[in-house]
């Protein structure tokens, strides 16, 4: 606190170590001497060579001229909404300058619903009232979400938005992240065998895991984390990122868990520098202090967990997923076919396509979808012919089906054109009303098969009823030329 010779308080801060996790020998630098001493937002790492600038301009000088963003919007409680601005937004209705704002912060907002600037926020197009402000802590608001339904995407809206120093956002859009729930988030992408060569003079790979949100609404990933396998004591070893504080992912979008042995910003990680990505994806990725995530070359069980320890996904990766044509499996990842089937289908995955090796934030090089076709009951094989080459277009068969009841459990083969016996896809699986099995075009010990013409045979019995079909559809597995 700064007083002066009558002993008013002309400034004062209360700083936080966590503010910029800030390394011994760099100082807290203000960015804006006429912005507010209490924003974090107004202060940086000092970037001077010598850590520090007394006596001179901060090397952060920066004057505020930005209109306030959103950072993070998530359902706080069953009938509430909390938003967390990227610095104080000023609801007061009161005009304010530097010289007096710190005073002023004890005060809270009386007037709710009259808020300064025709500010208002808008919960999928409706008004929502303010619950929550306080000057103190003036990131932060709490919204009524009463009425609003989880499940379905939710958008906030906020119009003519303010900070302390004048500065105006027009509109604000941004999702609001819903409690995460098993199964929503996934395992997509793994990279467990990272290339590094001091004198290739090309940045070295990583490892790191990829997850994929298969929802079509943004989620919360506050508390999240990676760890092992429980041993008998049900303990287990975690790998937690730096801060997962305010973060999330967006609808079918994606987020990454990365190793540095140092806290860094995201665009100087390895994996940042080696697959070329920008600084907008930083929000979506977790770097852990560590030299590597520890994912074993001969694979392991890794699970995702929420705050409370709530398994989220499991995989159990083998490098036997990779494609059997590639000699050298070194800095290619491990990719997942689609997400919204089985984990551990060993099927559901093979290896990275493209030149880099890896596909990280980006939807996966291999990525098929199914294609069913009305709502006819029956078998239908998609794409005909297919050619499991490698190349990331059209490597695997997708067996579709659609039944009128669901009490089906699926026996599956695959025999070629003389009758024998190459692949078992499915003894005894859960069909459901409808579905897809995946082929990749290798016979059951591994072995690629010869191009023709294959026969795909799918019972489906009902023991309940003692209702039984069966469907032969032909399947012709090509080559690219």
Known sequence: MIRNSSGTA?????????????????SLERKDPAALS????????????????????????EPDVTPPGIIFANIFHPDSLEVVFSEFIDLTNESTNS???????????????????????????????????????????????AGISLGEPITLNVENLGDFQGNISSEIEQPVAQPLQPADIVFNEIMYNPLADDRDGIPDQSDYIEIYNRRPYALSLEGIFLHDEPNENGQIVRI???????????ANGYALFYP????????????????????DFAPFAFQSIRTTLSLPNTGRRVYLADSTRTVIDMVDYSPDWHNPNLVDTRGIALERINPDF???????????????????GRQNSIYQE??????????????????????????????????????????????DRYGRLVRTLAEGTAAGFQGSLIWDGLTDD??????????????????SNGRNRAFRETAVLARQF
């Open 260 to 279: 540095e042995p140092s806290a860094r910003p995201f665009t100087e990680s390895r994996t940042a520098q080696f697959f070329e990505l920008s600084e």
């Open 342 to 360: 089985e984990t551990n289908d060993a099927s559901n995955w093979s290896s990275n396509t493209t030149i880099q090796g890896g596909s990280p």
């Open 446 to 463: 591994g072995q690629r098969n010869r191009i023709g013409i294959y026969i795909v045979f799918v019972e489906a019995y009902n023991s």
């Open 38 to 61: 209490i924003d974090k937002a107004n202060w940086a790492l000092s970037t001077d060579e010598r850590g520090s600038t007394p006596a001179e301009e901060n090397s952060e000088f």
């Open 10 to 26: 002309i400034d004062s801060l209360t700083y936080q170590s966590s503010w910029y996790n800030n390394p011994a020998g760099i």
């Open 99 to 145: 010289s007096n704002s710190n005073g002023m912060m004890a005060n809270r907002l009386d007037q709710r619903n009259e808020l300064p600037n025709n500010t208002r926020f808008l919960v999928n197009g409706s008004v929502s009232d303010l619950l929550e402000y306080d000057p103190a802590a003036g990131n932060r608001v709490v919204l009524s979400a």
């Open 240 to 250: 937690d990122p730096i801060t997962s504080s305010q973060r999330w992912i967006p």
């Open 370 to 415: 199914p294609q069913f076709v009305g709502s006819d009951t029956g078998v239908f094989l998609d794409p005909n012919p297919f050619s499991p080459d490698g190349d990331g277009f059209e490597d695997n068969l997708f067996i579709n089906y659609n039944f009128d009841e669901p009490d089906y459990l699926l026996r599956v083969r695959i025999y």
